[in-house]
């Protein structure tokens, strides 16, 4: 079963470890997160952005897959289905279909305007049992056509969303989305630091977790992150075993162009990727 985010977050603040989102987007991309999850027992989110969520047909339709695999492969470990970077009118769509999470990404628009609709979010989350993300800054790069520069985001206003009562916060701390360029400048700890001061026990996100060094992330973790967001690499990893796949011929001996035995190795990349980062993480029998 579905759950909220809110008390594996709260624990893995208290744990000084992060649980890691991983963004879905097929059966294949779901499937393999949750097995390694399993095997791991660790707790996971998947995520699911508005464009990720309208490929696989709508959100219906996620959240049915979704459950019919906890069922089918008997996941024991606390799974949480969570909007990404969502809109307002997104958010209100995930909660009817069914998620267990939502973050409204507010960070775009005038504070006033974020602290009013996080607010009237919080209110209808809080009555379904729903855990809610907000963002106060931004992200720098371009996820499902919203762009950011990458600006660190005011400790301030974070404390004003934070009062609101949402479960997590995402802050923008010179993180990025997609891959990191050469001339990148790192995270800002200065602005995290400050941020955790006050914000208190409230977990903080990390996103564009792909890509970031490890001492960053355990530094990052031990500032109050509690959620690390992962897509990129998963999809650089399924690219680049799909690519060998098929540059070596297997889709040509025998049966190998069947579906089945094609999107294989990709799935089995995320695997390993999903591993490494749940270690990095420190997530590991945390369920």
């Not at 759950?3 to 097929?26: D, P, R, T």
Request: net charge negative; glycine share 12%; proline share 3%.
């Amino acid at each position: 079963m579905l759950v909220s985010a809110k008390e594996m977050l709260e624990k893995a603040k208290k744990g000084h470890y992060a649980v890691g989102q991983f963004n879905i987007n097929n059966l294949e991309w779901t499937r393999s997160i949750l097995q390694t999850a399993e095997e791991l027992k660790s707790p996971v989110i998947l995520g699911v952005s508005e464009g990720a969520g309208k490929w696989m047909v709508g959100y219906h339709t996620v959240v049915g897959m979704v459950n019919g695999m906890l069922k089918d492969m008997s996941i024991t470990v606390p799974v949480a289905l969570h909007l990404d970077h969502g809109s307002y009118e997104g958010a209100l769509a995930c909660i009817e279909a069914g998620f267990s999470s939502i973050m409204f990404d507010g960070s775009h628009c005038p504070i006033e305007e974020n602290i009013e609709k996080t607010k009237e979010l919080v209110k209808l989350t809080t009555e379904k049992g729903i855990s809610i993300e907000a963002e106060v800054g931004s992200i720098g790069g371009e996820e499902d056509g919203v762009v950011g520069a990458g600006e660190c985001a005011d400790p301030q206003e974070c404390k004003m969303i934070a009062d609101l009562g949402v479960t997590m916060l995402a802050a923008g701390i010179g993180n990025i989305h997609g891959k990191y360029p050469a001339n990148w400048k790192g995270l800002s700890f200065e602005t995290l630091d400050a941020i955790q001061k006050l914000t208190g026990d409230l977990p903080l996100v990390l996103h564009g977790g792909t890509g970031i060094p490890a001492d960053m992330i355990k530094k990052a973790i031990d500032l109050g992150v509690s959620k690390i967001n992962v897509n990129t690499e998963c999809q650089l990893s399924f690219a680049e075993a799909t690519r060998k796949y098929i540059e070596d011929g297997k889709d040509l001996q025998g049966k190998g162009y069947d579906p089945r035995k094609l999107l294989k190795p990709g799935a089995e990349a995320i695997k390993e990727t999903v591993k490494e980062k749940m270690e990095l993480f420190g997530s590991i029998g945390k369920a």
